[in-house]
């Protein structure tokens, strides 16, 4: 496929994974870099124009091109997933769906380009989205998991934002700081944790403290050892990544329906212990803050 045949199956959601596609993009990863970085600065340039459309087939080629400039460790494209991040309000949830809990915070690590302080900028600003800025947080501690960023430097910063950084509102940020936290061993702020909680800043409803004394039950080396497993990694396959969304067809038809691209409502929906934790640490609800 040529590359502007690429980006136009791209642009505009059709109701099927458009596999052929994403498989030329990754064959031709120099050629379309370029190409990808301008879809994001497209989409942020016209934001709040996208994110209105309700059409059947509404544009989407951001997503595909955040998913493969993370599978190509593209570290120019980070300042722009920040920007999207830096969006107010629900306006990365209207342009980026599930995205923004369950694949963002891998996005940002996969092209982390060295400037921490982008990341935190995120979390601690109280204009942005609440998920946005737990994912922000989670993907520190993805690059603690691969070696990039240590463990006491990120465990530090929490200690700030548990201190003193983090506005002592109840809002979801809590929830993924006290996750994040307990990823990376958290017996330097369990009192900090135990503060947020009596000052109702942790809603029991996602992780009860019990779980903060669970995990400090265990050897600190084992929890860290374990890391690997219990948080996902970088984008390595977009096609993996995405190929079995709920809103792709089974099979690809030339006349697909449209199904309706799943972005969140309003108001977070009821979480099954099956669904995808909210707090953006990739786990199953019963295995995370449930």
């Not at 929890?223 to 089974?250: H, Q």
Request: hydrophobic share 40%.
């Amino acid at each position: 496929m040529e590359i502007t045949d690429i980006v136009k199956t791209f642009e505009r959601y059709r109701g099927s994974f458009p596999r052929k596609a994403v498989e030329a993009a990754v064959e031709q990863r120099e050629a379309i870099t370029p190409e990808l970085l301008r879809i994001l600065e497209y989409t942020l340039a016209n934001a709040e124009e996208l994110a209105a459309e309700d059409r059947k087939d509404y544009y989407d080629g951001h997503v595909y091109a955040m998913y493969l400039l993370a599978q190509f460790r593209e570290t120019r494209a980070f300042p722009l997933v920040v920007r999207f991040c830096e969006l107010p309000g629900k306006l990365p949830e209207y342009l980026l769906g599930d995205t923004v809990t369950e694949g963002i915070y891998r996005i940002l690590a996969s092209t982390f380009d060295g400037d921490t302080e982008a990341l935190k900028r995120v979390v601690e600003n109280p204009a942005c989205n609440e998920y946005i800025r737990s994912a922000a947080l989670r993907a520190l501690v993805i690059l603690v998991r691969e070696g990039v960023k240590q463990r006491d430097e990120v465990m530090a910063y929490m200690q700030e934002l548990f201190r003193e950084k983090l506005e002592r509102v109840h809002t979801f940020v809590w929830c993924g700081l006290v996750d994040c936290a307990l990823s990376l061993y958290p017996e330097e702020v369990l009192e900090d944790i135990r503060q947020a909680y009596e000052e109702g800043l942790m809603d029991p409803f996602f992780m009860s403290f019990s779980k903060v004394t669970e995990v400090l039950a265990k050897d600190k080396e084992r929890v860290l050892a374990e890391l690997p497993s219990d948080v996902p990694g970088l984008i390595e396959d977009t096609i993996k990544e995405m190929e079995n969304w709920a809103c792709f067809d089974a099979k690809p038809s030339s006349t697909p329906t449209p199904v309706p691209q799943a972005r969140p409502a309003a108001t977070p929906p009821k979480v099954g212990r099956n669904d995808p934790c909210p707090c953006g640490s990739g786990k199953k609800y019963k295995k995370c803050c449930g």
